[in-house]
């Protein structure tokens, strides 16, 4: 059947519409997506903003905690040489346990090892007797490898041992310190010494799964093996 002009006109001018309205949604969503480029754009330079500023930031604050700390630990070695130079010069047992305790308590309370090892070396200057001196000799070493003051703590060992040559303990913390230097002949000579004169099998056990550590980093893996599996087997049977 054929269109009149008024039908035909009719479909035309419906046509002419719904290409206006397809010509729109599609502007629309060119526009959508432009700004939505544009935002990411701008949210882009806000986080690189953001990271350019930090960086330095997080850089000079990092700076200056490392000064502080590197200054706190010159000032301890500072205290430790001059309370060597009066260990011992105002006696008292009673100071020098005062001084252990609030160490400890200290040391307890997770607190700054250094606050712990700055009454470690004031209880020199109380010590009555080379026992007391090894004492804070010992437990100062311990918390000066707690800032990786190695160095230090490796000579309040030393010291700690030339007064008691006998105490294990002692022998103990300097070799697994000088493991951790890879002084290895010297930590297995001590881990040695003292392995025979432990006196539980915490100990005995817990010395030859040390003592294999030397022979493993120095090449002698058998040997090593045969310490270890005497430390899995008292596991095993604790177990």
């Not at 035309?12 to 480029?37: C, D, M, N, P, S």
């Not at 949210?43 to 200054?71: D, H, Q």
């Not at 004492?135 to 070493?141: D, E």
């Not at 010395?207 to 095993?236: C, V």
Request: charged letters at 35%; glycine letters at 4%; hydrophobic letters at 40%.
């Amino acid at each position: 059947m054929e269109l009149t002009p008024e039908e035909r006109q009719r479909i035309f001018e419906e046509e002419k519409i719904r290409a206006e309205a397809r010509t729109e949604i599609e502007k629309t969503r060119k526009e959508q997506l432009l700004e939505v480029r544009r935002a990411s754009r701008g949210r882009f330079s806000t986080k690189k903003t953001i990271v350019w500023v930090g960086l330095p930031l997080a850089l000079l604050t990092v700076l200056v905690w490392n000064i502080k700390v590197r200054f706190a630990n010159e000032e301890l070695v500072a205290a430790l040489q001059l309370a060597e130079k009066s260990i011992g010069a105002s006696p008292s047992d009673d100071s020098w346990k005062a001084s252990h305790y609030h160490a400890m308590l200290a040391g307890a309370r997770d607190s700054d090892p250094r606050t712990t090892a700055l009454l470690y070396i004031q209880s020199l200057e109380y010590a009555v007797n080379d026992d007391r001196v090894a004492s804070s000799y010992r437990s100062l070493g311990l918390e000066l490898e707690k800032v990786k003051l190695i160095e230090a703590a490796e000579r309040c060992y030393r010291s700690a041992a030339a007064l008691e040559p006998h105490d294990d303990f002692t022998q103990e913390c300097l070799a697994n310190l000088l493991m951790g230097e890879k002084e290895y002949a010297e930590a297995e000579t001590i881990y040695r010494e003292i392995l025979p004169r432990a006196s539980t099998a915490n100990d005995k056990f817990g010395l030859n799964f040390r003592l294999a550590e030397p022979l493993e980093a120095t090449g002698r893996k058998t040997e090593a093996d045969n310490y270890k599996k005497e430390y899995e087997k008292w596991i095993r049977e604790v177990k």
